[in-house]
């Protein structure tokens, strides 16, 4: 079966028979990696090779700090204002679609926030481009979304916002290609789209950044004490972290984000190209800013979307259904998204259109 899910989504079917054989006896010492005490050498190995997998990967600089957070992304909307604010009033907003619109109602309890570009009067179909950006020269922080997960917009540029530091969710695109981390102050992203399972996500952020938070913050929610602790201000998610750990050497096998970008290049290509070419298919967004990790279409009559989602079920194409916000359909083509499971779906499609349309 393909998931097509945006989240939780698939994993490599490598890395869940390594799950599937170590879970009960990690390395022969008759426990399972969930019971290995997360203060012990065991554990303190596993936290060390991900994070130097993870920085390897990404090329992080020695003046970045990575925190593995128990917290979804949301959770940042909160800790961002919180530890970056700084006894400043006012943050930069952008917004270009629901992820970095909840960012926004999230931060409004803290500051007073700049909505800097929006393209809500395109109704999310294309970014705004950096020159409408009305940027603040003296906001705390520019915050975006670089992958709008629902709306199926991705950044394929950095803003260059000068000295303030610029804050960005990459949950749902991190790792599908390399980025610059030298241009951002810190970069987040939940884990279960291309890290792992749910129930962590990572924070990338430079050393500067770290400083005491707002009074009242709690203990968990304060970047630098995590960084401190070593992300062990309590119990981490130790398995979801081994897990993760396990994807970030799966793509190290695979050739490295270079392979995961070419990859995402084709496959979204293959499906964008399929979709264009057909009358009885529609996609919204502008193609210049279409997500290569989440592309929504509908079908031209919407009569036909139940019976379009039974029979991609019956071939073994699974969650195609979009968000409840935009209807139609959605597929999410993470890394772990095999080139013939879009060739699958791209086979569906055209049979489909050439049976109903
Ligand atoms: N940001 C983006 C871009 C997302 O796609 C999601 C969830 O899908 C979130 C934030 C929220 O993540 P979480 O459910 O881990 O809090």
Redesign the pocket.
């Known amino acids: 079966a393909y998931n097509f899910s945006?989240?939780p989504a698939t994993l490599p079917t490598e890395v869940l028979t390594q799950v599937q054989e170590e879970l009960l006896d990690w390395r022969g010492k008759g426990v399972s990696v969930m019971e290995l005490s997360h203060r012990g050498p065991e554990f303190m190995e596993i936290l060390a090779t991900a994070e130097r997998d993870l920085r390897a990967l990404l090329a992080i600089p020695d003046h970045y700090r990575v925190i593995f957070c128990q917290e979804?992304?949301?959770?940042h909307w909160d800790m961002i204002p919180l530890n970056l604010l700084q006894g400043r009033s006012r943050a930069d907003y952008i917004e270009t679609g629901y992820?970095s619109y909840r960012a926004i109602e999230e931060g409004r309890r803290y500051c007073q926030v700049n909505i800097a570009a929006s393209n809500r009067r395109d109704k999310f179909c294309a970014l705004p481009s950096f020159e409408e950006w009305r940027l603040d020269p003296g906001a705390a922080y520019v915050h975006y979304?670089s992958?709008?997960?629902i709306d199926g917009l991705e950044f394929n540029w950095i803003p260059d916002v000068g000295k303030v530091p610029l804050v960005v969710?990459m949950?749902?695109h991190f790792l599908s290609r390399s980025v610059p981390v030298e241009r951002f102050g810190m970069i987040y992203a939940?884990a279960?789209k291309n890290i792992g399972p749910?129930g962590l996500?990572l924070v990338i952020i430079r050393d500067d950044l770290l400083r005491t938070p707002a009074p009242g913050t709690p203990f968990l929610m304060d970047y630098h004490a995590q960084v401190l602790a070593n992300s062990m201000l309590n119990t981490p998610p130790t398995f979801t972290i081994w897990v993760a750990g396990l994807v970030f050497q799966w793509i190290k096998r695979q050739g490295g984000l270079e392979v995961m970008d070419r990859q995402a290049q084709q496959k979204s290509e293959l499906l964008y190209t399929t979709l264009d070419r057909s009358g009885f298919y529609r996609t919204t967004v502008k193609p210049a800013d279409r997500s290569r990790m989440n592309i929504p279409f509908h079908l031209l009559d919407p009569v036909l979307d139940e019976v379009f989602l039974r029979e991609a079920e019956s071939r073994h194409l699974l969650q195609l259904r979009g968000h409840r916000m935009s209807g139609g359909f959605r597929a999410s083509i993470y890394n772990a998204m095999p080139v013939a499971g879009v060739h699958a779906l791209v086979d569906f499609l055209e049979e489909f259109e050439r049976h109903y349309g």
């Open positions: 945006a989240g979804g992304a949301s959770a992820w979304c992958n709008e997960t969710d949950s749902s939940g279960q749910a996500s």
